[in-house]
């Protein structure tokens, strides 16, 4: 089974707006939240109130500076399993804990035939996969998938908790396989992206690129039609002020 | 599927779900709990609420981590060992209770003034002010004056409302969003959504601010201000606005005192204040009649400039000229503000032209009718959609109050203020610009075993009002006096440092709750840990019994003789009111309870829940009933529902009324808790469409107001461009009045009571030897921390487990150090080590760290060696409680001249490369624990839950 | 990546035992080993004690060693799968023939025993080269050239145990010294070259890439995700400093190549103490396969830390 699906029914994935997320770290915590009593609970944490604190947590917000001076930026920049259609974290694996679900293209462990040896995690270029030191086995982003199909759940809640807790909004979860879904029209109105598509694992997860600066509608037409409205200064504004502000005005 | 595992996906979350109020920080949001066996397993926002809409922060998501933190108290504790040493006893609640009673009775029956009652975090002022005023002490106040009077006072004296948390950007309208000098602010959950909606629609978002982090990372554009400048920057917006003449005359006419005749006498002891008409109200000079009409008369045609000659011969003119005047000159050109602020005047320039171009080119018209204060109804709603929002960037400067003034006056002039796609009042704003509210707790006014006569904190409207009995001040933070006579939050950052000084007086008790004085929310650490142990040459502590609150080991517990422990968010009843700090939005009036979700397995009880005790033990008026019996027996939840403010108000608007029928006034309803929990532990009333917007002149909303008990009467408030309190404060100054301030503060009054808002140089800045500190280093909040509390949370302090000091590449290059080098940064105060991490953007002449992750060892449940006490580092060490002495040999409190907020952020620094062992300092010596049990070392929370995977 | 202590000596020790049966295996089955059945059973012996050390080693790196049996499933894709049951399958002959040594059976089944052990050994270890060559991750482990490099040490340091034991039982061939001469001579040279292609390749991945956000400029990390190193850092962000990886690299090659060849050419061209110069060529054999191996591990660079300030790799 480590040999992956020939296709999947779906692309399941998510969709991350790099222009909105403020790095608020709500995804990471709310992630490890859900996820230590879920599918891959616990999630352990190794000396916790010590000098030396790391645990497991499937989904990570990096900053990054990006250019230089004027034109450079600050970007947040959560980063989880990308549920890649063809990684090699699948096919290294040697028990076949790691497997890609043929109807959704979830990339999940069987936390119950792991062995712990990490060569998944050697096999990912996106870092996602998180090796729990004190459970022994690897863990990684489920998509959620005890929260999307579950049936206890009301219906608007069956998202992944990251995208569910994510307070701008830079978060959605869908099909990518499907031309018509809000995630897909998205990624092809904003110029959505796959991380490292170089390397060839084909991830399904997308990322919206951060707006340039002023691309925006409001603001291009702003900058444009004021641009050339700025008078040039002048001595005798304030006489030119009370003049115009003489103006009868009844209240 | 073939080969692949089935797994079970419909695992329920848990078996029980609570719906509450978050508290892992002052947003409020609304959470559902989800248990399972009686612990939590899951918690997410509530998708009713009105704060939160269903998401949650980065904190809210850790609540399990806090719930369950190893730093939680226990017991009631009692001190052993020497204060500060952490060394405690564990006793009974009867026993800790007694000694209140004894240590406080005494006080009240000799001097009540002798009692420091202040809170830090406090989301129960109404309560905790209750009692303080009870008590009879004037020693009351929570946190604002340290967080942010100068936003509360800068907006309440202007136009009745404020940024901070009464009052909101339109998020679905606004076209261009101004954010100065905000990193998370306390409508945290809301900011996020409205710049997540904003950026959504594609409207412009302008982040003025020294760091490029968070919300000013997603900013359309960065305004990398020079910090304390922000006052030279919006003059020279305002001064573009004017030279080009794009302000809403209409609006200015209609709904400020810009056509208000100020008196133009010099010398005089009216000069600068409104010529008013016989009825008292100020008059405006009207253009139709060619005569002097009220400003109250809606029928006149207000002349906005020319000077006028009154009746008694002597001069006046209007606001708007003044003002005109003052943002015209070239000193607020933006060229003559560019090297001060480090924005360039191009730049200021196109701002200001977009700002108008959106205002005036973009309105937004709402095809919704409306009824002005007047009686005039009106078709449309016309807004202009530009709003701002600003918060500590500008408050915790010394010139904050002034600029945040500049900032209100800004929205004013282009017509934005609560308009369609403007900035927004949340009932129960707007109040009168002031509120009429008086500040309470004058000398005469303090008498044994008596309550006080009225509230602590009010707003002044000149001398007549401070607490003054001649020079000396009434209360220990010397609020209201001429050190900060508009003190509105009064000053809790001086009360450790004044007690210990006997200056103005000495105390008996301090009594704290929610605040880590002795560490995080202190200036100056090393002298204020000083302060609370220095002893009287009897070898008695100076301030003799410390009462302190807290639920968690931080690090003021040590400091304390006697110890309240408190609950978790998750286990008491809490009261988040309308007479308080409330949740509304700009659409709806709002409030909350929090409830027990999980049995506390300790000896703690809620502090609300102790406090009210307290209160009969000692026997005051409102916790007692006449045979001397507790009036509350049924603790705070009794309180809350049965506790009347005036007749038929009371902490809770929602299902008031002996059957639940009436909204905000109404007799005690027996089961309004019940429906509160029913709803999702809130209330919320909303606003009709024709009571939405222009809530300061809308007679609709004016009217539901009154019978809300929000505002006395349906006048409209007036937006006070000019602040005529402010310049009765000067007068004073000039030497007109009974009450004028001593020779030692006239000139710092004369010169920063303009009752129009100027921008004059942060106090540090001017006084510190010039080019000896030539950096400027602030403060930022992470979100995902809240102050010293998220370090005990084991998944939040593994994100940022120490902080390091941001500085530009540039200074970088200049000191020779590369990410995680170890440097000095020296204040006129002190010193600390600290590590660097290189950026581009930031001010290049600002350096910046994460706000209260350094901690002391001992405290937090955290080990001795955990990188928050050894690496993290503290910007408090170096910033002084009082401003270095000025001329005449007073040393002020670093803090704003008019409302004594504490000026965290004024802070002037030099750096310099560190050798040595890597390690920071000052590194205080590690107190005990209280008796804590030790932390454990590994944690595998929700391992318990995993039974049912398949 | 993080040179883990177990992996390290996994490698290493059961590419000496799997290198010892196979010169031993292909040895007897060409008639080169003289035909001494304790002889025989102590050099396989000590080839199966390697390997079974190694192998435990390795378990003992898992995070669920009870369950490792599972590991043997997937070998139509998994090279560590193809490995253990390459392991697995080579104990059987293997086996088989330390137990007819051990109990002295005269048979001809140890012929094709020993060539299915020796090709059994071939094939282990060169499993244990591709788990690092298929991973694409390293662009210094995604090379043809790294089962090579575990071939020949595997070869080199079987050649040298080999010796010393027959050296022991008083044999003292000639062509076991040469041999050793060669393969280690071939293992320098395969590491040298090996050493020239990833010094060669600046590795093709930027920090750009890995996060699209290269328009407008270069990418600097401003925070880690987490202040202390989490899992993937401490796991993939090891990193060595290059001068000291230079000496190391020259450490491997004196101790590896330069010290025992100069006692094979002893052993070869006077004789001398032969047991004594195999257990010192040894000794220096291990040193340099140790740190040759925990180089493999330090300089190696892993995609992930592009994200996590690194500017390429
Ligand atoms: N350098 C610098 N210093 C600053 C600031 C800055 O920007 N820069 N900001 C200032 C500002 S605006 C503020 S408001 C202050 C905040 O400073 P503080 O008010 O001191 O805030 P906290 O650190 O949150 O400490 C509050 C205390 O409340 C305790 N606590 C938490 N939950 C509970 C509970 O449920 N019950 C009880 N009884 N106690 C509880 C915590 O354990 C902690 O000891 O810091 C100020 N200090
Ligand atoms: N997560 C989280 N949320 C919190 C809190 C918390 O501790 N953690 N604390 C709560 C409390 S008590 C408060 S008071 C609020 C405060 O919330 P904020 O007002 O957001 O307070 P700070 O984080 O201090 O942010 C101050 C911002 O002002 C910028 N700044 C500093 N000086 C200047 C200046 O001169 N001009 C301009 N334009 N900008 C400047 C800083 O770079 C920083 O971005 O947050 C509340 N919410
Ligand atoms: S929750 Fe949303 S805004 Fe916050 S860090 Fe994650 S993606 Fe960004
Ligand atoms: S992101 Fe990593 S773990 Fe996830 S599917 Fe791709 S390679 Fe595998
Ligand atoms: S760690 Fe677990 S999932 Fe990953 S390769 Fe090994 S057995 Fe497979
Ligand atoms: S989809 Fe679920 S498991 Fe994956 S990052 Fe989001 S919350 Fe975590
Ligand atoms: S913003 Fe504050 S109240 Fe709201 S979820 Fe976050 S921590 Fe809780
Ligand atoms: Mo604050």
């Known amino acids: 089974m480590t040999s992956l699906p020939e296709s999947t029914e779906k692309k399941l994935g998510l969709v991350i707006d790099l222009d909105i997320c403020v790095g608020c770290q709500a995804c990471a915590t709310s992630c490890k939240e859900w996820n230590t009593g879920g599918y891959s609970a616990p999630l352990s944490d190794h000396d916790p109130y010590g000098a030396d604190p790391f645990g497991a947590w499937l989904n990570r917000v990096h900053s990054y500076e990006v250019g230089e001076g004027r034109g450079s930026k600050t970007v947040h920049f959560p980063r989880s399993c990308l549920h890649c259609e063809e990684p090699d974290c699948v096919t290294v694996c040697p028990t076949g804990a790691s497997y890609k679900r043929v109807e959704d293209g979830i990339v999940l462990v069987n936390p119950d035939i792991c062995i712990g040896c990490k060569l998944c995690s050697w096999a990912c270029p996106y870092g996602a996969r998180e090796y729990d030191v004190d459970d022994g086995v690897m863990k990684k982003c489920t998509l959620c998938v005890d929260r999307i199909y579950n049936e206890t759940i009301p219906e608007e809640d069956r998202l992944p908790a990251c995208v569910r807790a994510c307070p701008t909004g830079a978060r959605a979860f869908g099909d990518l396989g499907d031309p018509q879904s809000a995630v897909s029209k998205a990624v092809a109105d904003r110029g959505g992206y796959?991380?490292?598509?170089?390397?060839?694992?084909?991830?399904?997860?997308?990322?919206?690129?951060?707006?340039?600066?002023?691309?925006?509608?409001?603001?291009?037409?702003?900058?444009?039609?004021?641009?050339?409205?700025?008078?040039?200064?002048?001595?005798?504004a304030i006489e030119r002020l009370f003049a115009w502000a003489d103006q009868a005005l009844s209240r | 599927m073939p080969n692949q595992p089935v797994i079970d996906v419909n695992a329920p979350v848990g078996d029980n779900v609570a719906k509450t109020t978050c508290y892992m920080c002052a947003c409020r949001c609304g959470i559902d709990v989800h248990l399972r066996d009686g612990k939590v397993r899951y918690i997410e926002g509530n998708r009713d609420h009105p704060v939160n809409q269903g998401v949650?922060?980065?904190?809210?998501?850790?609540?399990?981590?806090?719930?369950?933190?190893?730093?939680?108290?226990?017991?009631?504790?009692?001190?052993?060992?020497?204060?500060?040493?952490?060394?405690?006893?564990?006793?009974?609640?009867?026993?800790?209770?007694?000694?209140?009673?004894?240590?406080?009775?005494?006080?009240?029956?000799?001097?009540?003034?002798?009692?420091?009652?202040?809170?830090?975090?406090?989301?129960?002022?109404?309560?905790?002010?209750?009692?303080?005023?009870?008590?009879?002490?004037?020693?009351?106040?929570?946190?604002?004056?340290?967080?942010?009077?100068?936003?509360?006072?800068?907006?309440?004296?202007?136009?009745?409302?404020?940024?901070?948390?009464?009052?909101?950007?339109?998020?679905?309208?606004?076209?261009?969003?101004?954010?100065?000098?905000?990193?998370?602010?306390?409508?945290?959950?809301?900011?996020?959504?409205?710049?997540?909606?904003?950026?959504?629609?594609?409207?412009?978002?302008?982040?003025?601010?020294?760091?490029?982090?968070?919300?000013?990372?997603?900013?359309?554009?960065?305004?990398?201000?020079?910090?304390?400048?922000?006052?030279?920057?919006?003059?020279?917006?305002?001064?573009?606005?004017?030279?080009?003449?794009?302000?809403?005359?209409?609006?200015?006419?209609?709904?400020?005192?810009?056509?208000?005749?100020?008196?133009?006498?010099?010398?005089?002891?009216?000069?600068?204040?409104?010529?008013?008409?016989?009825?008292?109200?100020?008059?405006?000079f009207d253009k139709a009649t060619g005569d002097f009409g009220s400003s109250m008369d809606v029928g006149t045609t207000p002349a906005l400039t020319g000077v006028r000659k009154l009746a008694d011969g002597r001069t006046a003119r209007p606001v708007f000229e003044l003002m005109a005047e003052r943002f015209l000159s070239d000193e607020y050109s933006p060229e003559a503000v560019s090297s001060q602020t480090g924005v360039d005047a191009e730049q200021t320039r196109r701002i200001a032209a977009e700002l108008a171009e959106v205002a005036f080119e973009q309105e937004v018209v709402l095809d919704q009718p409306w009824t002005d204060w007047a009686g005039r109804r009106h078709e449309k709603m016309i807004g202009r959609p530009v709003s701002m929002h600003a918060m500590r960037g500008v408050s915790a400067h010394s010139n904050g109050f002034q600029t945040c003034r500049m900032i209100h006056i800004l929205q004013i002039l282009l017509g934005s203020i609560d308009c369609p796609g403007g900035f927004r009042y949340k009932p129960p704003y707007p109040k009168q610009a002031p509120p009429w509210l008086l500040p309470h707790g004058a000398l005469e006014d303090i008498r044994p075993d008596e309550p006080l006569g009225g509230p602590h904190l009010g707003f002044p409207l000149g001398p007549q009002h401070l607490l003054l009995d001649g020079d000396r001040p009434s209360r220990i933070d010397k609020g209201f006096t001429w050190d900060a006579p508009m003190s509105s939050h009064g000053l809790m950052h001086m009360v450790i440092n004044n007690a210990a000084k006997k200056d103005p007086y000495g105390i008996e008790v301090l009594f704290m709750y929610m605040a880590n004085m002795a560490w995080n929310s202190s200036m100056n650490v090393p002298g204020t840990l000083n302060n609370l142990t220095a002893k009287d040459d009897d070898g008695r502590y100076v301030i003799p019994k410390i009462i302190y609150s807290d639920a968690y080991y931080s690090e003021m517990v040590p400091y304390a003789d006697l110890i309240l422990p408190d609950t978790t968010y998750l286990e008491r009843w809490d009261c988040i009111s309308l007479l308080d700090r409330p949740i509304s939005t700009a659409e709806m009036a709002a409030d909350s309870i929090r409830h027990p979700v999980v049995k506390p397995d300790r000896d703690v009880r809620g502090f609300q829940e102790v406090l009210i005790d307290l209160g009969a033990r000692l026997s005051l008026p409102a916790f007692t009933n006449e045979d001397g019996s507790p009036k509350y027996a049924g603790g705070y939840p009794d309180y809350m529902v049965n506790h009347e403010r005036k007749p038929g108000i009371g902490p809770l608007a929602g299902w008031r009324g002996a059957d639940g029928s009436k909204t905000g006034q109404g007799a005690p309803n027996p089961k309004q808790l019940e429906r509160y929990i029913e709803n999702g532990a809130f209330f919320a009333h909303e606003l009709k469409p024709e009571q939405a917007y222009f809530k300061h002149a809308n007679r609709d909303y004016l009217d539901w107001a009154v019978a809300m008990g929000f505002r006395m009467e349906p006048r409209p408030t007036i937006f006070q461009l000019y602040c005529e309190p402010v310049q009765a404060f000067r007068?004073?100054?000039?030497?007109?009045?009974?009450?004028?301030?001593?020779?030692?503060?006239?000139?710092?009054?004369?010169?920063?009571?303009?009752?129009?808002?100027?921008?004059?140089?942060?106090?540090?800045?001017?006084?510190?030897?010039?080019?000896?500190?030539?950096?400027?280093?602030?403060?930022?909040?992470?979100?995902?921390?809240?102050h010293s509390w998220g370090s005990q949370n084991a998944w939040l302090r593994q994100i940022t487990t120490a902080n390091r000091l941001y500085i530009h590449r540039s200074l970088g290059a200049k000191i020779g150090v590369v990410d995680d080098d170890w440097v000095w940064l020296r204040s006129h105060q002190g010193r600390v080590k600290c590590q660097v991490r290189l950026m581009d953007g930031v001010n290049p002449d600002t350096v910046w760290t994460w706000n209260a992750i350094g901690k002391r060892r001992g405290a937090w449940g955290l080990s001795d060696d955990s990188p928050e006490s050894n690496q993290g580092f503290l910007l408090n060490h170096l910033i002084s409680e009082l401003l270095p002495e000025g001329g005449g040999g007073y040393r002020y409190s670093n803090s704003d001249p008019i409302t004594g907020q504490a000026a965290w952020f004024d802070l002037r620094v030099a750096i310099e490369k560190a050798d040595g062992i890597a390690e920071t300092e000052p590194l205080f010596e590690a107190t005990e624990t209280g008796g804590l049990p030790p932390s454990p070392t590994e944690l595998s929370y929700g391992a318990e839950f995993k039974g049912d995977r398949r | 990546?993080?040179?883990?202590?177990?992996?390290?000596?996994?490698?290493?020790?059961?590419?000496?035992?799997?290198?010892?049966?196979?010169?031993?295996?292909?040895?007897?089955?060409?008639?080169?080993?003289?035909?001494?059945?304790?002889?025989?059973?102590?050099?396989?012996?000590?080839?199966?004690?390697?390997?079974?050390?190694?192998?435990?080693?390795?378990?003992?790196?898992?995070?669920?060693?009870?369950?490792?049996?599972?590991?043997?499933?997937?070998?139509?894709?998994?090279?560590?799968?193809?490995?253990?049951?390459?392991?697995?399958?080579?104990?059987?002959?293997?086996?088989?023939?330390?137990?007819?040594?051990?109990?002295?059976?005269?048979?001809?089944?140890?012929?094709?025993?020993?060539?299915?052990?020796?090709?059994?050994?071939?094939?282990?270890?060169?499993?244990?080269?591709?788990?690092?060559?298929?991973?694409?991750?390293?662009?210094?482990?995604?090379?043809?050239?790294?089962?090579?490099?575990?071939?020949?040490?595997?070869?080199?340091?079987?050649?040298?145990?080999?010796?010393?034991?027959?050296?022991?039982?008083?044999?003292?061939?000639?062509?076991?010294a040469a041999l050793t001469l060669v393969t280690l001579a071939a293992s320098a040279a395969l590491k040298v070259h090996y050493w020239n292609v990833i010094d060669a390749d600046p590795g093709k991945y930027t920090a750009e890439m890995a996060t699209g956000l290269g328009s407008p400029g270069q990418v600097r990390q401003l925070d880690p995700p987490h202040t202390q190193a989490n899992f993937v850092m401490r796991e993939m962000g090891y990193a060595v400093a290059r001068k000291h990886a230079e000496k190391l690299r020259q450490a491997v090659l004196f101790a590896l190549f330069a010290g025992p060849a100069v006692m094979m050419l002893i052993v070869l061209f006077f004789g001398w103490a032969a047991a004594f110069f195999y257990l010192l060529a040894i000794g220096m054999t291990a040193f340099g396969v140790l740190i040759e191996r925990w180089l493999f591990f330090a300089e190696a660079d892993h995609v992930v830390t592009l994200y996590y300030g690194a500017s390429r790799a």
């Open chain 1, 194 to 236: 796959g991380l490292l598509e170089e390397f060839g694992y084909k991830p399904v997860n997308r990322y919206l690129p951060p707006r340039t600066a002023n691309s925006n509608t409001a603001s291009t037409s702003v900058v444009a039609k004021s641009a050339e409205a700025i008078p040039k200064p002048d001595g005798s």
């Open chain 2, 56 to 284: 949650l922060c980065g904190k809210g998501s850790a609540g399990i981590m806090q719930h369950y933190s190893p730093a939680r108290l226990r017991a009631p504790m009692k001190r052993v060992g020497p204060r500060g040493s952490g060394e405690f006893e564990e006793i009974s609640w009867e026993e800790a209770l007694s000694l209140a009673t004894g240590w406080l009775g005494d006080v009240r029956k000799a001097d009540p003034k002798r009692l420091a009652f202040f809170t830090g975090r406090d989301q129960s002022q109404s309560l905790t002010g209750l009692w303080a005023m009870q008590y009879g002490t004037p020693n009351f106040a929570a946190h604002g004056g340290f967080c942010s009077v100068n936003m509360a006072a800068g907006g309440l004296y202007t136009f009745g409302g404020a940024f901070w948390e009464f009052g909101d950007p339109d998020w679905e309208l606004t076209k261009y969003f101004m954010l100065f000098g905000v990193a998370e602010d306390h409508a945290s959950n809301p900011i996020k959504i409205g710049i997540g909606h904003l950026k959504g629609r594609g409207a412009k978002v302008v982040s003025v601010n020294p760091v490029r982090t968070g919300y000013n990372a997603v900013a359309d554009e960065w305004v990398g201000i020079r910090p304390g400048t922000d006052g030279l920057f919006v003059g020279a917006l305002i001064h573009e606005l004017f030279r080009n003449q794009k302000i809403d005359l209409d609006y200015l006419v209609r709904y400020t005192n810009a056509p208000w005749l100020v008196i133009q006498d010099p010398g005089a002891a009216d000069d600068g204040l409104f010529a008013r008409g016989e009825d008292g109200e100020p008059i405006v």
């Open chain 2, 731 to 786: 007068l004073a100054a000039e030497g007109h009045g009974l009450r004028q301030p001593p020779e030692t503060h006239r000139e710092r009054i004369r010169k920063h009571f303009d009752p129009l808002p100027f921008w004059y140089p942060p106090f540090e800045e001017s006084m510190v030897k010039e080019g000896a500190y030539p950096l400027h280093a602030i403060t930022q909040r992470p979100m995902h921390m809240y």
């Open chain 3, 1 to 176: 990546m993080h040179p883990a202590y177990s992996v390290i000596l996994f490698t290493t020790a059961s590419g000496a035992g799997y290198g010892l049966m196979f010169w031993l295996c292909l040895g007897h089955a060409l008639g080169l080993v003289p035909n001494s059945a304790s002889m025989l059973f102590v050099s396989m012996a000590l080839a199966l004690l390697l390997i079974t050390i190694g192998l435990i080693s390795s378990t003992l790196h898992l995070g669920r060693p009870e369950r490792a049996i599972g590991a043997f499933s997937q070998w139509r894709s998994s090279w560590l799968s193809r490995e253990g049951v390459a392991a697995v399958a080579t104990y059987i002959p293997s086996g088989l023939l330390a137990l007819i040594w051990l109990l002295g059976m005269e048979t001809s089944w140890t012929v094709p025993l020993a060539v299915l052990a020796a090709a059994g050994a071939v094939v282990t270890v060169y499993c244990t080269g591709m788990i690092y060559a298929s991973l694409r991750t390293i662009r210094q482990w995604y090379l043809g050239l790294v089962p090579m490099v575990y071939l020949s040490l595997a070869a080199a340091t079987g050649a040298l145990l080999l010796g010393f034991v027959m050296a022991v039982f008083g044999y003292v061939p000639s062509w076991v």
